[in-house]
């Protein structure tokens, strides 16, 4: 079993991948923004290796600017300006 990948790594990743991350985080803002109450993801064995950890931490911390932004009372329609 791998041990989990540093912060360093997925940073590195998300330089790598910079297009692909911020689809990903537009997605999250935008489906909060149109009402979602929470947004998931399947993972499948294909997802598992090295290149695409980072893909799948992506959604996980723009679901937590998005929390931060709806605790700071925020509305929904105006998140997707802050994507």
Do not use: W, Y
Request: net charge positive.
């Amino acid at each position: 079993m791998r041990p989990p990948r540093s912060g360093r790594c997925l940073a590195a990743d998300a330089q790598r991948f910079p297009g692909e991350h911020e689809q990903i985080r537009h997605f999250v803002f935008d489906a909060v923004a149109n009402g979602a109450s929470g947004v998931f993801c399947t993972l499948s064995r294909i997802m598992t290796g090295p290149e695409q950890v980072s893909k799948i931490h992506a959604p996980i911390e723009a679901a937590k600017q998005v929390e931060r932004l709806l605790a700071d009372r925020i509305p929904r329609d105006q998140l997707t300006s802050c994507a």
